[in-house]
């Protein structure tokens, strides 16, 4: 065995080895996997193998379609059988939302470049001649999906990984990893120390284990998951076709053939629970099944006995029942996790045969290139923080995998695991209506509902339209009040603070006490890692804001700016602050009847800040700044003295109508103004060009952080374009991952959007190819399977001039 690497891979399942070969074909050889059995002997050997595409995130469908691709080629790429069976798939919808999120998805599938069709009762039927079609709405077709063995590919790419230089220990287990004072990772096995640059926990059923070793929270649970296979039936003999994969919510199953038997697998919706008692699996435990608990399967079989009744009329083979790895949201984690850097999670797959080639790809472009081709932040390991506990964790996966065939709406979640993280005013917000949404264990509100029904949600507009309406208005036309305590807030202090915050960010920082600006953190490449708001408390002292689900991410970055011996801090006083914002023509006159404090112009500017003292508490970060381009300031207030300031305003605010807004409002508001998102137009897929974000880079600067790959990525030229563009929607509007048309081609991807109620314009973002970007270009945006109109505008829907934030 060797005893240093570059990367040393823990587990030789389809994540870990799927990562290994792409490690190799990426050119890193000094590669090492270890596995304490033998190959696939955890979850993989058991794996019924599926590889579907239909899915409703445009990233995880990348990784999908690589997946596949690779799968049936990956014989002809290695030289090791594979036994690929591309017999499509068909996904069965029983309601109305249901076939809105397949034209929500069909636009994703020409996006990601897979055939696909919406089919209706009667067709299904040409495709499966066996199944039984009551209830059925329609079905989402796809051509291309298929199953495939899990032993074949993982073997594969394994031998792939070999070919290319990379060495795999089998029967060696690790038993410790360790941070050495250089920042290399000690693996203790039991067969010797390795010394490696970067460590990779890929240990599937094990892997909070594992974690638990350098102190990581790995947040998964494992489930105990079953199949069966039937003998062969004559009806499949006779057949001159293989059957595609049937998904259907009715029986919560999967349903294919299986050597002319029939396989079903069902996600039970009640009874599931996690396996081995929630503790960990005995490290001798291998290639074993686990005993299956046919009692709680018995209502699905029935079902799908129903819906497939060739699956009734065939005698039982073989029960398959074996441990699944599952997150609280179902996506499995990939990228570093938090703190000491060139620790990557790899696991948690609860679709790791479909997903681990892609997932391997681009997690080997990240280590390797310091940025995947595709956006990571919804497989980053650090989505989930601390709050994310074990007891969490296990109630909540058991939810998700409850709901497998679900169709989750936009902005409905589990009702499980809620309450973790909540402002001071939670209570009052909720008396008044606040129809909460989690966000990084927060509960936030998106919008209050007099009515007290709550949101039927839907993928088109629905119950809260009207109250939204309101609430916009009140901003615009009044003042409205919106608690916005979920930043993620840094104080970050010291002789080389503001040293270190010019060579991080792409903006000036403030060279003035009171000064604020919007600055972004770039990778070396030159792409848009992070976006954040910079206040500069004092020479020495600067608050810093970034989104809700960036707690963790921003450290990590803010850390891994740190150069050696620079005398900063960071202190993340997250917890400490709650925020309001308090914005709208009136939200001067609302604010002076609480506080002393100057609020004219020329005391206290746009783009300044000052600490005063609001309703008697003093210590407010009063910051004029605003995210909805009104009159207004986000009040930084200490979190225990938030209702005591709340109160204040909202007596104030009474004869200036003062209303309270969620986020649902937010999003229109700053569509109006064109301001842009992180996560959404902002990410490590574009550069601060392609963003038209080039106002905040200045390139002048002596240097910082991605200013040598700018400088080169302005003479290339941008790839793509962000434009701004008003729609003539029905009832839907642009959410993100449409696809733009331009006469029957795609030209382009929308990136979020929303209706501007003082606007009566339908809004989006959206990247286009940059010879299109002109104002007035007209395309085709492919919305809930309509095609709809839509025109590039030029300057911001709603005060082009901004000149109300600065009245
Ligand atoms: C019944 C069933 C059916 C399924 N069907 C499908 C399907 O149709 N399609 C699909 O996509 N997915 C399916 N899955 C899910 C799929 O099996 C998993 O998502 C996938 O196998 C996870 O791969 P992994 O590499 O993360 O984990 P594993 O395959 O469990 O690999 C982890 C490896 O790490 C090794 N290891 C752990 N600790 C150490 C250590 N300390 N030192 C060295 N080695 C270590 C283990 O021995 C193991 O081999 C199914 C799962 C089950 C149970």
């Not at 990379?166 to 060696?172: D, H, K, S, W």
């Not at 490696?196 to 638990?212: L, Q, R």
């Not at 819906?307 to 996506?331: E, M, N, Q, W, Y």
Request: aromatic share 10%; proline share 4%; glycine share 10%.
């Amino acid at each position: 065995m060797k005893s240093h690497a570059r990367v040393v891979v823990v587990g030789g399942g389809v994540m870990g080895v799927g990562l290994l070969y792409h490690l190799a074909l990426e050119g890193w050889d000094d590669v090492v996997l270890l596995e304490k059995g033998e190959l696939t002997s955890g979850s993989t050997w058991h794996a019924a193998g599926q590889c579907p595409h239909f899915n409703g995130s445009l990233n995880m469908t990348k990784v999908h379609v690589y997946g596949t691709e690779l799968y049936s080629k990956l014989q002809k790429l290695t030289g090791q059988a594979v036994s690929w069976h591309g017999c499509g798939g068909l996904r069965i919808a029983q309601t109305d939302e249901e076939v809105n999120w397949f034209k929500y998805v069909l636009g994703i599938s020409k996006l990601a470049g897979y055939e696909a069709e919406i089919i209706g009762p009667n067709e299904i039927k040409r495709h499966h001649p066996f199944l039984e079609t009551f209830g059925v709405k329609a079905a989402f077709r796809t051509v291309t999906d298929g199953h495939v063995a899990p032993a074949d590919i993982t073997n594969a790419m394994a031998a792939g990984a070999r070919q290319l230089g990379a060495e795999i220990y089998r029967r060696t287990r690790a038993t410790g990893i360790q941070q050495l004072p250089n920042g290399e990772w000690k693996v203790s096995t039991d067969k010797g120390d390795i010394v490696c640059e970067h460590i990779v926990n890929s240990a599937g059923s094990y892997c909070d284990v594992v974690g638990s070793w350098t102190g990581h929270n790995v947040p998964i649970a494992n489930m105990l998951h079953h199949y069966m296979i039937t003998e062969p039936v004559q009806e499949l003999i006779d057949l001159k076709m293989e059957l595609p994969v049937v998904r259907d919510p009715y029986s919560h199953a999967y349903l294919r053939e299986e050597t002319n038997g029939i396989l079903v697998g069902p996600y039970e919706t009640e009874t599931a629970h996690v396996c081995w008692n929630g503790q960990p699996p005995a490290w001798e435990f291998e290639s074993e099944l686990i005993a299956p608990e046919l009692d709680r399967l018995t209502p699905w079989l029935e079902r799908a006995s129903e819906r497939l009744p060739l699956f009734a009329k065939a005698g039982l083979k073989s029960v398959i029942s074996g441990a699944i790895t599952h997150t609280p949201d179902g996506v499995y984690l990939s990228g570093p996790a938090p703190g000491p850097k060139n620790y990557w999670m790899h696991c948690g797959a609860s679709i790791g045969i479909c997903q681990g080639g892609g997932a391997g790809k681009y997690l080997a472009q990240w280590m390797v290139h310091g940025r995947a081709e595709i956006n990571m932040r919804e497989f980053d390991p650090r989505r989930f923080g601390n709050w994310a506990s074990k007891a969490y964790t296990a109630e909540v996966s058991v939810a998700d995998y409850h709901h497998m065939y679900y169709c989750y709406k936009p902005a409905e979640q589990h009702e499980v695991g809620r309450g973790l993280r909540m402002s001071s005013l939670h209570d009052r917000l909720k008396a008044k209506g606040a129809q909460f949404q989690q966000i990084y264990g927060w509960e936030r509100a998106r919008w209050y509902d007099p009515s007290g029904k709550g949101e039927e949600f839907s993928y088109r507009r629905s119950n809260w339209w009207k109250s939204v309406k309101a609430e916009t208005l009140a901003v615009r036309e009044r003042v409205g009040l919106m608690d916005l305590s979920t930043f993620a807030k840094f104080d970050v202090t010291g002789k080389d603070a503001y040293a270190f915050l010019e060579r991080t960010c792409a903006n000036k920082i403030p060279a003035k006490d009171g000064g604020i600006i919007l600055g972004h953190l770039l990778n070396e490449n030159g792409f848009i890692e992070s976006e954040i708001t910079v206040t500069r408390l004092a020479a020495d002292r600067f608050y810093v804001l970034s989104a809700a689900v960036a707690q963790l991410y921003d450290m990590d970055q803010f850390h891994w700016r740190m150069k050696d011996g620079e005398r900063v801090e960071i202190t993340d006083v997250t917890d400490a602050f709650g925020v309001l914002v308090l914005a709208g023509p009136k939200a001067r006159d609302v604010l002076s009847a609480c506080t002393k404090a100057d609020l004219s112009n020329t005391a206290f500017g746009w783009l300044t800040a000052k600490q005063i003292e609001i309703a008697g508490v003093a210590g407010v970060r009063a910051l004029r700044i605003n995210y909805v381009g009104e009159l207004g300031w986000e009040l930084h207030v200490p979190m225990k003295a938030m209702p005591r300031v709340f109160d204040a305003l909202m007596k104030a605010g009474e004869p200036h109508g003062i209303t309270l807004f969620g986020t649902y409002a937010m999003n229109s508001l700053r569509m109006e103004k064109a301001y842009r998102g992180w996560g959404g137009e902002l990410t490590n897929e574009v550069d601060m060009f392609e963003a038209s974000m080039d106002r905040f880079l200045r390139l002048e600067k002596e240097d910082f952080i991605g200013r040598a790959a700018s400088l080169s990525l302005k003479q290339r030229g941008p790839r793509i374009k962000l434009v701004y563009m008003e729609i003539d929607a029905n009832d839907n509007d642009a959410r993100g991952n449409e696809p733009v048309y331009r006469r029957d081609k795609v030209v382009g991807i929308t990136t979020s959007g929303g209706y501007g109620f003082a606007v009566g314009k339908s809004l989006a973002f959206a990247f286009v190819e940059p010879a299109l970007a002109k104002a007035g270009d007209e395309f085709e945006i492919m919305m809930l399977g309509e095609m709809r109109k839509g025109r590039i505008i030029s300057e911001p829907a709603w005060d082009a001039k901004n000149e109300r934030p600065r009245a």
